[in-house]
């Protein structure tokens, strides 16, 4: 994993209550170059018994209860974490929590469009509005961009790629509110790049792989372990360059 999250002063995760978002947190926990407050999110923490497991052993993990779709359990997530990262501000903002509503043209209904985008579009905005002020606070503390000062990293999909939604690769994956709401995610991650560029933020959107997790299934050919230790490595490196950018878990750009 990358050493330059020693250099990264709080990291915040959402969904960190199975799957990627989990792994997250214990890789980051685990770590020597560990940033200095792990905060891990979760809807209902007392559900969550891996990440309590996590939280006994390494006492730099806060967990902090977030359910994304809440804006009243988002205003009170932002107060508590503001009182655990204090004058620092909020580092690095990981917008993890996803659902897959798989449905194709035939089954499709304007609930399951909503829902999804509810989830993956619209909670990933509305989290970064609201712990702004935490980002600005630890951006304003030093120059350059990267997780050293802040950050907002979307955890997207290879499949909210519109440009390769066509020729041999459109035949598969026909799940049309995931596909959409994670291409309408790519476009806030984006529009944000371009509001908060001024205030020296980056924002990229990252593709963590095909992933054995609830979400992604037994035959995805990546661990949790795999996909993570790549993305934070990634993230640890984002600069300028990255700013507004749609990377894959390797490092390679993807086509918006
Ligand atoms: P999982 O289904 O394994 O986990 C999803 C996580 O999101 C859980 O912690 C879940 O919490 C949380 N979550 C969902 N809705 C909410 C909510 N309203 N409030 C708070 N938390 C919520 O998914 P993955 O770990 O596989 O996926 C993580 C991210 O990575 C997602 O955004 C996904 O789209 C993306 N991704 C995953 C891929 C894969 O192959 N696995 C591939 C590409 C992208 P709870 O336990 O409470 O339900």
Sequence with gaps: MASAFQNCRSVMVTGASRGLGLQIVGSLAKSCHCPGKVIATAREPSRAKELRCLVEKYPNIHIVT????????????????????????????INNAGINVVANLEKVTAEQMMQNFETNSVAPLMITKTFLPLLKKAAA???????????????????????????????????????????????????????????????????????????????????????IS??????????????????????????W
């Design 230 to 255: 790549s993305v934070l490595s990634v993230i640890g490196n984002l600069s300028e360059k990255d700013h507004g950018g749609f990377l894959r878990y390797t490092a390679e750009t993807l086509p």
């Design 66 to 93: 977030l359910d994304v779709v809440n804006q009243e359990s988002i205003a009170n997530a932002a107060k508590e974490v503001e009182a655990l990262v204090g004058e620092e501000g909020l580092s690095c903002l």
């Design 141 to 227: 503390r030093s120059t350059g961009m990267g997780i050293h000062r802040a950050a907002v990293i979307n955890m997207t999909s290879l499949l909210g790629s519109v440009e390769l939604n066509w020729g041999a690769n459109a035949n598969n994956f026909k799940w049309y509110p995931y596909r959409t709401s994670k291409a309408a995610l790519n476009m806030v991650t984006r529009c944000l790049a371009v509001d908060l560029e001024a205030d020296g933020i980056l924002c990229t959107a990252i593709h963590p792989g095909w992933v054995r997790t609830d979400m992604g299934g037994a035959e995805a050919p990546l661990s949790t372990e795999e996909s």
